[in-house]
């Protein structure tokens, strides 16, 4: 039972994801789709309104009203950018209750049985974006629906017909959404041997780029994308003079340093020789002490190294889901100014960038 305990802790996939579809030109095309799959969700009052009638129908009206504006608003967001990871499982779970609740309403008790399978949708997109126990709630959404069905259609004489219709709507929500999570699992496990670095274990540039801009296109309208570059300072010298193994414990020792201060949902990778980017989703235009923290860090290792560190920030609400790239290159030039800045006045020290003024001291 550990491997099911490990699966239901596992994390989501939502930033990640995102990045991988925006790094492959399927951003746009994704959020068209699901745009017209919450539009859909305005077609549930029509149904109630010229359709057969439901029991409560007052009631059913009243939600399909709310379930259908909430469809509306959430496809104004999607065709608009992504949305957050909150806004996506709410998403999802509106599209679960509203199914469950249009089946219990539905007064042919075959047809609503049929219907509950359509809770495979949210279920699939649960598994593809986010977590075991979402899944799961959506599962138990559905077997709850269609026993109430089960229980209406054998007093009627249609046990056969009954049971089997259960099978195939709880096999379906079982099916898809685990195929789908499976399928996600091992894209990511190889895009995860893939990118990431050898020797430290950090991702790679490209990945480093494909998980950052995960996290700015899922980011709050009020919170800021904050970039650090780090430099180790006398790296060379130590190469040099003790060889190129102990450079490499080096590398290995600062990535540690490095990942050691961060939060759990910061991007740190190596990005070249003795670089390192991090990037963070903060609250602040400007959080005191991050640059000199990295600092720090590398201070404390065994090796004769300190680091330079240039930080910049950005206000997440001003990046459209087309300019995310650019605004992030600009981003991670902005810190490499500012890193540079720090080298030059000596090294073990943070500089952070200001748009349209010089780098000053972080």
């Not at 899944?135 to 089997?164: D, H, K, S």
């Not at 041997?193 to 296109?217: E, K």
């Not at 709050?220 to 180790?232: G, T």
């Amino acid at each position: 039972m550990q491997w099911l305990a490990a699966w239901w802790r596992r994390p989501d996939h939502f930033d990640w994801l995102t990045g991988y579809l925006q790094a492959h030109g399927l951003s746009t095309p994704t959020r068209r789709i699901m745009a017209g799959v919450a539009a859909s969700l305005a077609l549930w009052p029509i149904n109630i309104l010229w359709g057969v009638r439901p029991f409560f129908p007052g009631l059913s009206l009243a939600a399909s009203v709310v379930a259908g504006l909430i469809g509306l608003v959430m496809a104004v967001v999607w065709l608009t950018r992504w949305p957050t990871r909150r806004q996506s499982i709410f998403f999802a779970m509106t599209g679960s209750a509203a199914i469950v609740i249009g089946c219990v309403t539905q007064t042919q008790p075959i047809v609503a049985l049929m219907a509950c399978s359509a809770l495979a949708v949210p279920g699939g997109y649960l598994a593809f974006f986010h977590t075991a126990r979402y899944m799961a709630v959506n599962f138990v959404l559905a077997g709850a629906a269609g026993g109430v069905e089960v229980a209406r259609l054998i007093p009627a004489g249609q046990a056969t017909l009954a049971f089997t219709g259960y099978f195939l709507v709880l096999e379906l929500n079982v099916v898809v959404p685990f195929a789908i999570h499976i399928v996600i699992r091992a894209l990511g496990v190889d895009l995860l041997r893939a990118d990431r670095d050898p020797l430290t274990g950090l991702l790679n540039r490209r990945a480093c780029d494909r998980a950052i801009i995960g996290r700015m296109l899922a980011g709050r309208d009020h919170m800021f994308l904050a970039v650090a570059m780090v430099d180790l300072d006398h790296f060379k010298a130590v190469n040099d003079s003790r060889g190129h193994a102990a450079g490499d414990e080096a590398l290995v020792a600062a990535a540690r340093a490095l990942t050691a201060v961060c939060h759990d949902t910061a991007v740190v990778g190596r990005v070249g020789g003795e670089e390192f980017l991090i990037a963070e989703v903060v609250t602040t235009h400007r959080p005191q002490g991050w640059g000199h923290k990295f600092c720090d860090a590398v201070a404390t290792i065994p090796a004769s190294v300190t680091a330079s560190v240039g930080t910049a920030t950005l206000a997440l609400r001003s990046v459209g889901c087309d300019d995310v790239e650019q605004a992030l290159r600009q981003l991670v030039a902005d810190a490499d100014t500012a890193m540079y800045e720090a080298k030059r006045c000596g090294g073990n020290q943070a500089r952070h960038h200001l748009s349209r003024t010089p780098a000053t001291t972080s």
